[in-house]
């Protein structure tokens, strides 16, 4: 099994998760601590468990996403792992290290494995953090529940994040939990029959109640 705890930190209410097999060791995924009292709610956090974080995983470079990177580092000395295409935004300027990561890698930390899914669109190098035994993906802002992640940003592309969506997440177990970057969690199945942007290729489900 895979425990998470999802924190809402910094202005645009994006969620920090940490999660942990039978610990003590532990990951963080898309660090957005950036007040102090996001940190100060972190620690408390961990301490409380008593885990100890392991490496941190990004599923992409935004801002939001990115802000505690440093710190968080400069406090554990901790691998942190990124897709290389977001390390080249041209209105990114990363201030930390990165272990870059490629389409289908595994990624093992301590008692816990990753599948790494890329899934270009929302940024060039967005990718999903899937733990195949557990049922259980981080999406980023690629897929949220209900809707997709925008592709307004002068690198976005809303034709590669279907594609993306489409071809590499939406075939996957329907009973996946996911886990995005902002608002509440779903599954695959949920998303794949009733979210309005894959409507075209929406079907009933037989988890989806048929007077929607
Ligand atoms: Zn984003
Ligand atoms: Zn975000």
Redesign the pocket.
């Known amino acids: 099994m895979l425990n998470t705890h999802i924190f809402t930190f910094n202005l645009f209410q994006e969620h920090t998760m940490v999660a942990w097999a039978d610990g003590p060791q532990c990951i963080i995924v898309d660090p957005g601590c950036h007040h102090p009292t996001d940190f100060d709610e972190l620690y408390a956090f961990l301490e409380g468990k008593g885990l100890s974080p392991a490496a941190i995983l990004l599923t992409?470079g935004?801002l939001?996403?990115t802000f505690g990177v440093k710190a968080l580092q400069e406090k554990w000395d901790i691998p942190t792992y990124m897709h290389p295409a977001d390390g080249e935004m041209p209105d990114r300027p990363f201030n930390f290290p990165f272990i870059p990561l490629e389409d289908g890698q595994m990624i093992k930390i301590a008692d816990m494995e990753f599948k790494v899914i890329t899934t270009p669109g929302?940024?060039p190098g967005s990718v999903c953090f899937l733990d195949e035994g557990n049922r259980l993906m981080f999406t980023?802002?690629t897929l949220f529940a209900g809707t997709i992640?925008r592709s307004d940003f002068a690198y976005s592309d809303y034709d590669d994040e279907i594609r993306s969506i489409m071809e590499k997440l939406i075939w996957l177990d329907p009973a996946i939990e996911i886990y995005p970057?902002h608002g509440p969690s779903s599954t695959i199945g949920n998303e794949r029959t009733t979210n309005p942007f894959l409507e075209p290729f929406n079907e009933l489900g037989e988890d989806v109640p048929l007077e929607l």
């Open positions: 992409h935004h939001d996403h929302h940024t980023g802002d992640g970057g």
